[in-house]
């Protein structure tokens, strides 16, 4: 006998069906989040960028984010608006950046005009490039939480843990290609094309996800036969501003959101440089120096799921981050040794990076719906990525000031092209040390987790 589904998210094929449309939205999104981070060196022997120039662009992740509160009032809108109106929004902000980004660096007259931006000097065609990362990076990081909403709504109860796994690991297999596809494209075209192929993939992802609002309809119908409120048309569940205060006020919370900006400040950044330090410690050559580092997102396709899978049927999740932060550390410690400079070892590396980069994400991110509740979650996750928005804005232009300051060596001709070599050594010691503080927030989470039981260490499936 066929047991009757009370609502739509009871039908694995009809839940499962939901995750891959926003996923594949994700995907499209991490692409063009990362597809010029192979591309540093051509930027610098092509369009005359500087290290300093670099991390200004990768910066530029949040400003809006961060100073001009978008993230948060993101939060707001998703919680007002529900997933669905809210999704829509954020690509199409995706690729309204994304448009200008490609302007900008496909525009030759900007390349030599210097405007003065509060009083400092600053090349045109990096400014703009990097308002148009700026505005994509809102959408990008608002998708981020509505998807993440998403999944609660069709996943409670469920396997929840292996969605959001399943949903990251196809979200850096946006990275993966990027770092892997985008040299190729642009060494046998230009440095801009990768962006434009990245714009036609996002046009795709935002057809997807209309496709996905359909479906979030008929869930919510369902919900509403089975006699329970879909969280947008729940009046006791629509967002106050003391709500904020709430969520601020729970130590869970700041010690998940200190933990998340730590450690994903000390991959992201990475993966920003990790091209370049291929060409420069490994000796890879830039047209195939991504093709190392997008072995750490690929190797998640498999490894996020699999920890997530572990998480919802055994529990242990404050343990698994504790893992992912420790390996974190030694990876990154090793990376700064100078003599350990073989390809092979940085193969090795990165795979240990994928691993850890798989641990503390599959734990963390359905942690939090046991910290803070449900009605308040699109605020939550506002609120967290508005705290990683800090350090992915700061960590990389950091990053880019230290190599130019103290880490150039000279410069040397590779395929033809004349391209600075840097010692990375300080950078690295530099992602060492904020895994050392990502792993004791680690432990502080699971001591505060034995303290008032937040269910951390406990399996997410009820049955």
């Known amino acids: 006998m066929v047991e009757k589904l009370k609502t739509l998210r009871d039908s694995k094929n009809a839940r499962w069906a939901a995750l891959f449309i926003v996923a594949f939205m994700m995907l499209c999104g991490y692409y063009l989040n990362d597809d010029l981070s192979a591309l540093k060196s051509m930027l610098e022997s092509d369009l005359s960028w500087s290290s300093s120039d670099y991390g200004f662009y990768r910066s530029s ?13 993101g ?37 030599n005009q210097t405007w003065n931006i509060l009083g400092a000097d600053t090349n045109a ?9 700026a505005i994509f990076c809102v959408g990008l990081e608002v998708a981020g939480i509505t998807v993440s909403k998403a999944i609660v709504k069709w996943f409670k109860g469920k396997e929840m843990a292996l969605a959001m796994g399943l949903e990251m690991a196809t979200a850096r297999l946006g990275t993966g290609l990027a770092l892997a596809v985008a040299p190729i494209i642009a060494f046998s075209n230009k440095v801009s094309t990768p962006v434009l192929f990245g714009m036609v993939l996002m046009i795709i992802g935002t057809i997807a996800f209309l496709v996905y609002t359909r479906m979030d309809k008929k ?3 369902s919900l509403i036969a089975a006699g329970e409120k879909p969280e947008e048309t729940s009046e006791e569940d629509k967002f106050k501003l003391k709500d904020i205060g709430l969520i601020v ?34 000796g890879v050559t830039p047209k195939f120096a991504g093709l190392i580092p997008s072995l750490l997102p690929l190797g998640t396709i498999f490894l996020t799921p699999f920890f997530g899978n572990l998480y919802d049927r055994k529990g242990k999740g404050a343990t698994i981050m504790i893992i992912g932060a420790t390996l974190l550390i030694v990876v ?17 590396l ?36 508005f705290v990683q928005n800090i350090g992915l804005m700061f960590v990389p232009l950091i990053i880019g000031k ?10 040397v001709m590779i395929d033809g092209q004349m391209v600075t070599q840097y010692d990375y050594t300080i950078p690295m010691i530099t992602f060492t040390l904020l895994g050392v503080c990502a792993l004791v927030f680690a432990f502080w989470l699971k001591a505060e987790d034995k303290r008032k039981d937040y269910g951390l260490e406990k399996p997410n499936i009820i049955k």
């Not at 992740?61 to 948060?72: H, P, R, S």
């Not at 850890?356 to 046991?370: D, E, G, N, T, Y």
């Open 61 to 73: 992740y949040g400003w809006l984010n961060v100073f001009a509160f978008m993230l948060i009032i």
């Open 75 to 111: 939060g707001i809108i998703l919680d007002k608006l529900g997933v669905r109106k809210t999704g829509i929004l954020a690509t199409i902000t995706m690729l309204i950046g994304t448009g200008m980004r490609y302007w900008a660096l496909t525009n030759a007259d900007l390349m």
């Open 125 to 133: 065609q990096v400014f703009l490039a990097s308002i148009g990362f």
């Open 219 to 221: 869930l919510d119908a």
């Open 249 to 282: 006020k729970n130590k869970g919370f700041w010690l998940i959101a200190l933990l998340c900006v730590l450690f994903y400040s000390a991959v992201f950044p990475f993966l920003n440089y990790a091209s370049d330090l291929m060409v420069n410690k490994f």
């Open 332 to 348: 990154h410690a090793l990376f700064s040794v100078p003599f350990l400079n073989h390809p092979a070892i940085a193969v090795v």
């Open 350 to 385: 990165v795979i240990l990076l994928g691993i850890a980069f798989s641990l503390v994400p599959s734990a963390m991110w359905p942690s939090v719906p046991k910290i803070i509740p449900e009605k308040l979650l699109g605020t939550a996750y506002s609120l967290i990525f």
């Open 402 to 411: 230290l190599l130019d300051k103290y880490c150039i060596i000279g410069q």
